[in-house]
T-cell receptor, first 111, second 111 residues
């Protein structure tokens, strides 16, 4: 079945780049997503990438997609304390376009 | 700018009670989804619906049922609540195969 995996924790120093990695299993996924959840808040769509793209850049965010290895990454440049949150990788999967999520990576930014 | 609303932000119920979680969307979306979110497990799909009166099981349907009598409303039912159903429940809707809108979530505690 469909599966999305990501590491659970990442700690970075303020001002450094953060890279959050994700692997997925459904090669037929047409879109892959990164969501952000701050403490006590709802899910916020950060960015998404269409499966025929290799890279997407949006200000401090860079998404890289390696479709052959089914690997997705999110790079946050110049990480700030406000970037501290849980980041979820997700793929849309199946005939009904179910959204399948990873377990989430908790990003901690320290001075 | 109301899109997806959930009937309660917080709910406390007793073991064995029947619990209804309501989700309403005002965007005329075909697809609606119920997830539960638990720390370290991410969001797991419970049930989804692609049309009125149509439903499909997700990854963890045991102990839950759903109802979709009208296009805008998707209800999640816990027939006999148990403590292991204490969780955050998130509803989502989608029209296209790439854009999903999430509700704010209902934090359910079963004592």
């Amino acid at each position: 079945g469909e599966d999305v995996e990501q590491s659970l924790f990442l700690s970075v120093r303020e001002g450094d780049s953060s890279v959050i990695n994700c692997t997925y299993t459904d090669s037929s996924s047409t879109y892959l997503y990164w969501y952000k959840q701050e403490p006590g808040a709802g899910l916020q769509l950060l960015t998404y990438i269409f499966s025929n793209m290799d890279m997407k850049q949006d200000q401090r965010l860079t998404v890289l997609l390696n479709k052959k290895d089914k690997h997705l990454s999110l790079r946050i440049a110049d990480t700030q304390t406000g970037d501290s949150a849980i980041y979820f990788c997700a793929e849309n999967s199946g005939g009904y376009n179910k959204l399948i999520f990873g377990a989430g990576t908790r990003l901690a930014v320290h001075p | 700018d109301v899109k997806v609303t959930q009937s309660s932000r917080y709910l406390v119920k007793r073991t064995g009670e029947k619990v209804f979680l309501e989700c309403v969307q005002d965007m005329d979306h075909e697809n609606m989804f119920w997830y539960r979110q638990d720390p370290g497990l991410g969001l797991r799909l419970i049930y989804f619906s692609y049309d009125v009166k149509m439903k499909e099981k997700g990854d963890i349907p045991e102990g839950y049922s759903v109802s979709r009598e009208k296009k805008e409303r998707f209800s999640l039912i816990l027939e006999s609540a148990s403590t292991n159903q204490t969780s955050m429940y998130l509803c989502a809707s989608s029209l296209s195969n790439w854009q999903y809108d999430f509700g704010p979530g209902t934090r359910l505690t079963v004592t």
